[in-house]
């Protein structure tokens, strides 16, 4: 194989999981569009939509790894959450992945385009105090946070997305979880979330060996590095640029439907 193709690949997957480890979503949300266009721009290779589903189950995986070795210390995790949401999550996507064999194209990008809108809305809700709650003082409603995110696994199930894009204003808005618990909790449901659909493209043959091995080893090298990078930066700064990547894929969603 080239050494364009690996580089390509390499340097996708570090951009996709440095900003998966410091903003605790997959990554598929940058890395989905970036497999898809780039390597068949540059002359690399050409994937089909399938295929960079495929290799993106895996990265996801990997790099919300990457991310959670870096937050296990200093009380970031919170299980509670994790196991609350994290079920919900699995329970909506399953259901929600079965029900859209039954939905027309138009319907499922709908379903996206209108969770992409709320996301986008509700992180620019003011979250004042937010970050001076102490960690082990967070309290939150167990029964909303399950409701909620079976809510959101319904949509992603849907449309295919792992849903951490919103999960986070849920956390940050509605459960006021502070940033950093926020980031790193959301990483380990987002690992959940992304067990079945890993499980479902390997027996299925979409994931392609190569770029998937290249894209195991970069996200455990970039996740950790960007989950370090967002331990450090200002939380205001990490909600403004969370806000920012969910609304461009607000905006990128509805021009499609448009």
């Known amino acids: ?9 390499f340097i996708i997957g570090f951009i996709g999981s440095f900003i998966s480890g410091m903003l605790g979503i997959g990554g598929a949300i940058i890395n989905f569009p970036m ?13 089909t939509a399938h ?12 790099s919300t790894i990457g991310g959670i070795w870096v937050y296990r210390k200093g009380g970031f995790l919170n299980k509670t959450l994790i196991v609350y949401m994290g079920g919900g999550v699995l329970l909506g996507s399953f259901i929600g992945g079965f029900g859209s064999t039954h939905m027309p194209e138009s319907g499922i990008n709908i379903v996206y385009g209108v969770l992409a809108l709320i996301a986008a809305i509700m992180m620019f809700v003011p979250k004042k105090g937010l970050d001076d709650i102490p960690l082990g003082q967070v309290k939150f409603n167990k029964w909303l946070a399950a409701s909620l995110s079976f809510v959101v696994g319904i949509g992603a199930g849907i449309v295919g997305a792992g849903g951490a894009f ?4 849920i956390m ?29 493209k390997i027996s299925t043959g ?7 091995i290249i894209l195991v080893i ?11 990078a967002g331990k450090r930066i200002n939380t205001k700064l990490l909600q ?9 894929v607000a905006i990128k969603t509805w021009l499609e439907i448009l």
């Not at 497999?35 to 994937?47: E, M, R, S, T």
């Not at 919103?166 to 204003?169: D, E, F, K, S, Y």
């Not at 970069?218 to 370090?228: D, H």
């Open 1 to 9: 194989m080239e050494l364009g193709f690996i580089v390509t690949i």
């Open 166 to 169: 919103l999960l986070i204003p």
């Open 206 to 212: 979409q994931i392609p060996l190569l770029p998937s």
């Open 218 to 228: 970069v996200s455990l090298i970039a996740s950790p590095l960007g989950a370090s």
């Open 51 to 62: 295929e960079v589903s495929g290799i993106t189950a895996i990265q996801v995986f990997f």
């Open 172 to 200: 940050l808005s509605v459960l006021k979880i502070p940033t950093r618990m926020t980031i790193a909790s959301s990483l380990a449901i987002t690992l959940i979330s992304s067990i079945g659909s890993i499980g479902g």
């Open 240 to 248: 403004v640029v969370m806000g920012i990547l969910i609304v461009a």
């Open 35 to 47: 497999l898809l266009y780039i390597p068949a721009l540059v002359g690399v290779a050409h994937f």
